[in-house]
């Protein structure tokens, strides 16, 4: 068996994963960054960037490259309720240097993440490679036995990071504790071709009753569409054809209903997210700890998904590299420095994602007209959408 050795081993070639293994590489420390797909061609997958996020990427000197290669620039967002306006958010008038969220297509980012660490001697991303095991020593990670086609490796790290995402098999071989909470619903994706008449800049939120949908202009000149169903109600959806997907669509957006029935003929064309969060109480163990969907599962509601993965990579590799420096106990306090720093903006983040999907389920008449009151006075006072939306797109400038 082939045997490498590195000062750290990333699980996962995602956004959290290759920013860290970049950050890492540029401080000096060996990295390898294993990626189970040959490909960065991930479907239905993240590219909201928030203006925070946005703002990382311009620390990390890329953001000219992001833009160059292809980004979609939000500057309104606006949430409807039966064709009628409640809320209506315009980034420009927020007072912050990067004010406005980018859509950008996973492959572009983590493409240009790639191209910036490839520049670096110490970095070494492993295509189709997939880790099936711990290596451990005296009860501590020392790395992970890896398998690709050229047969099975031994990567030997002084620090593995499981960086894998939300179903992340790093979170199961770890064996530390977790809780992972299913929420009423789950998302079905698709994607259609920017309607002529809807504006390229403006992310649209429809409800109806206890429905909703997100409507989010997408590089180069598509829109990409998530509707809610009840948890796990895929199969009664499917049993209905795909007429009953149309209809439900028309419910929240029926402008769009000829250009729906033209580009979603099957239900190859649709992906299901299934929702939930997860809490994992101690992100690491000596010689391993997690970062990103593998530590913090959240919601897709406001995008915030790659925006923490890109936080957690940033605010990790300063700390990590000077532990490196040092030795195995200060890599396991720089572990958990990380999660003390972390986890205040993490709990902030899942809390007002699960009010806004409790809120999202309301169906009663009461409730919805509490919900539609909530919003139209929101939207009345730019004082308190500038505190609360601050509070959500804004953490990192704010401070």
Same mark, same amino acid.
């Given at each position: ?31 390898? =960054? ?11 997958? $993240? ?22 290669? $292809? ?17 209506? =958010? ?6 912050? +240097? ?7 297509? !996973? ?7 790639? !191209? ?41 790290? +002084?620090?593995?990071?499981? @960086? ?12 530390? %504790? ?14 259609? %071709? ?39 109600? *895929? !199969? ?5 054809? &795909? ?8 419910? *929240? ?36 700890? &997690?970062?990103?969907? @593998? ?14 993965? *890109? ?19 200060? =890599? ?62 804004? !953490?990192?400038?704010?401070?």
């Amino acid at each position: 068996m082939d045997k490498l050795s590195v000062d750290v081993c990333v699980i996962g070639g995602g956004p959290a994963g290759m920013t860290l293994g970049l950050e890492v590489a540029r401080r000096g420390c060996d990295v390898a =960054v294993l990626e189970q797909t040959g490909h960065f061609n991930r479907s239905f997958r $993240g590219e909201t960037i928030s203006p925070d996020a946005v703002s990382l990427l311009a620390r990390l000197g890329i953001l000219e490259s992001v833009t160059d290669a $292809g980004a979609l620039v939000n500057r309104k967002m606006k949430l409807t309720e039966n064709g009628r306006t409640l809320l209506e =958010v315009d980034f420009d008038d927020f007072p912050h +240097r990067h004010r406005h969220p980018l859509d950008v297509p !996973q492959p572009t980012l983590l493409a240009i993440l790639a !191209q910036e660490a490839g520049r670096h001697t110490g970095f070494a991303l492993l295509r189709n490679t997939s880790a099936v095991g711990l290596l451990e020593t005296d009860g501590a990670v020392a790395g992970v036995r890896s398998r690709s086609p050229a047969g099975e490796q031994e990567i030997r790290a +002084r620090l593995t990071v499981g @960086a894998d995402g939300r179903y992340s098999k790093m979170l199961e071989m770890s064996c530390l %504790p977790y809780r992972r909470t299913p929420l009423e619903r789950d998302v079905v994706w698709l994607k259609l %071709p920017a309607p002529p008449d809807w504006t390229s800049d403006t992310y649209h939120i429809r409800i109806a009753g206890g429905r909703h949908g997100l409507f989010i202009p997408t590089y180069p000149d598509l829109m990409r569409v998530g509707f809610n169903i009840p948890k796990g109600g *895929l !199969q009664n959806l499917r049993r209905a054809g &795909l007429t009953g997907l149309h209809t439900r669509l028309d419910e *929240l957006a029926p402008e769009l209903a000829d250009l729906v029935r033209d580009s979603i003929r099957n239900w190859s064309d649709t992906s299901v997210l299934d929702i939930f969060t997860s809490v994992v109480p101690r992100w690491s163990r000596p010689g391993l700890l &997690l970062i990103g969907d @593998a530590a913090h599962t959240l919601s897709p509601i406001l995008g915030q998904g790659v925006s923490h993965a *890109l936080f957690d990579a940033m605010t990790l590799a300063p700390l990590l590299s000077e532990a490196l420096a040092k030795g195995p106990d200060e =890599v396991t306090m720089a572990a958990r420095e990380f999660q003390r720093i972390r986890e205040p903006s993490l709990r902030r983040s899942r809390s007002l994602q699960l009010r806004q999907e409790r809120m999202f389920t309301f169906s009663d008449p009461v409730r919805v007209a509490l919900r539609s009151t909530f919003y139209r006075s929101l939207n009345r006072s730019p004082w308190l959408k500038k505190r609360l939306l601050g509070s959500v797109f804004f !953490q990192l400038q704010n401070r």
